[in-house]
């Protein structure tokens, strides 16, 4: 079965309410010599289960149920697919809804809620689809007894879903700029790590710098200390010395000065 026919599936396991489907398009070989043109199916075209479906249009029906139906057409457009390659089409259907309709849809959601397994909170796009799905059936409900409260459903469910779309596209923008961001941070951060290590090699080089530097510093101030302390001793030696000289010179000026007394 081609892709197509999935589709079918999926259509017809909606819970819109659809007529049956009706075959649009065969193969040539397959289609009759009288047959008419594309889109306008002759009754050779239409398959068994399709010339009873609902969505055909008999003479007597009025001109009111055209209108519906055509109003219908346009809130929920006709579906088609392709299977076993002929071509399908199946319209919404036109019949008003009852109570026990509405009941059965809400039986229905429960029953494919819990087929489907969706989570019961937060995000869950099986779980969006579904509701989608109900709105949609109670759109065709509404329309069929009020055209004009159908199209203001109509409305708030487009509203509805550009809101969630715009709310997706901020999502999707929000996630890439972080992504971005954190890629910076990644790029800004192994930067600052090479910054780092060539700032720890040029601290221990400076770090090895300053401890020569203390070692010829202590070694400068130690050769100062000796040369200090030797100044300090020749200077006292010659302190020593002169005071000497300068007695014995004394001693002896006194021994020349006292005999002439």
Not at 131 to 156: A, H, K, P, S, W
Not at 218 to 223: F, G, L, M, S, T
Not at 236 to 250: D, G, M, N, V, W
Request: glycine share 4%; with cysteine; aromatic share 4%.
């Amino acid at each position: 079965m081609a892709e197509g026919g999935d589709e079918g599936l999926q259509n017809r396991n909606t819970l819109v309410k659809y007529n049956n489907p009706v075959l649009v398009v065969t193969h040539a070989e397959k289609r009759p010599a009288t047959a008419g043109p594309l889109g306008s199916p002759t009754s050779a075209e239409l398959s068994p289960r399709s010339k009873t479906s609902p969505g055909i249009i008999a003479p007597g029906v009025s001109e009111s149920r055209k209108e519906a139906e055509e109003i219908l057409n346009s809130v929920l457009p006709p579906k088609c697919w392709e299977e076993d390659g002929q071509m399908w089409m199946q319209t919404v259907s036109s019949t008003p809804a009852t109570r026990q309709d509405v009941i059965n849809l809400q039986e229905m959601l429960d029953t494919r809620l819990q087929q489907t397994q969706a989570r019961e909170t937060g995000i869950c796009p099986v779980r969006r689809e579904l509701y989608m799905q109900c709105f949609d059936e109670l759109i065709r409900q509404v329309t069929i007894n009020c055209t004009e409260r159908g199209l203001l459903l109509l409305r708030v469910r487009d509203e509805i879903a550009m809101s969630m779309e715009a709310y997706e596209t901020l999502y999707c923008s929000s996630v890439a700029f972080g992504m971005r961001k954190a890629l910076q941070a990644q790029e800004g951060k192994e930067s600052l790590q090479s910054l780092v290590t060539v700032l720890q090699a040029e601290k221990k080089v400076l770090e090895n710098t300053i401890s020569d530097m203390k070692i010829r510093a202590d070694q400068v101030e130690r050769r100062n200390a000796e040369l200090r302390a030797s100044e300090e001793k020749k200077h006292a030696e010659e302190i020593a010395f002169l005071k000497k000289t300068s007695a014995q010179l004394k001693a002896q000026l006194e021994g020349i000065i006292a005999p002439k007394k």
